[in-house]
């Protein structure tokens, strides 16, 4: 059976009875209408006679300009090379202040974790905070600083 094509306008120009009712078995109606931003597509196929179902669900797929998925941003984060967060002993913060500032700025940072990690830059003048990827390293070393510790990054052999 040959399908003929009715419509290459948008969705917007198609009233709802020309879409759900076709005149003819067979023939299809496809829309596409875009969001005020222009950041969301949403496309709908019609075709047959009555009944008002759509062939496929409505698709919806944002898309960002130069930005990739936010699927494939957590998969090159997981494949991204580990990287160590690491704190300095200093002589000038106070080892509760260093403990506070762990916890607000590490996720998931228990108490007892951020007394550890204290106590051993403070013995052994350097200890490891935190392994993830490497733009969340940056990112929780420039906290670190940002809050008055002395903080670097190095690469981890490890996984994350």
Known sequence: MKASLRSATPLALISPNQLLNASTPGDK??????????????????SGKGGGLLEKPPTIEK??????????LRKSKKTSPPYRVMLHNDNY??????????????????VDIAVNVMQ?????????????????????????????????????????
């Open 29 to 46: 109606y496809f829309g596409f209408k875009y969001s005020k931003d222009r950041s969301t597509v949403m496309t709908m196929v019609a």
């Open 63 to 72: 898309t960002t300009p130069g930005r990739e998925s936010e699927f494939d």
């Open 93 to 110: 913060n106070k080892r509760e202040y260093v403990v506070q500032v762990l916890m607000k700025v590490i996720p998931g940072m228990t």
């Open 120 to 160: 051993e830059a403070h013995i052994n003048g350097l200890a490891v905070v935190i392994i993830c990827a490497q733009v969340d390293a940056e990112d929780h070393c420039m906290q670190l600083r940002g809050n008055g510790l002395l903080s670097s990054i190095e690469p981890a052999d490890g996984g994350c």
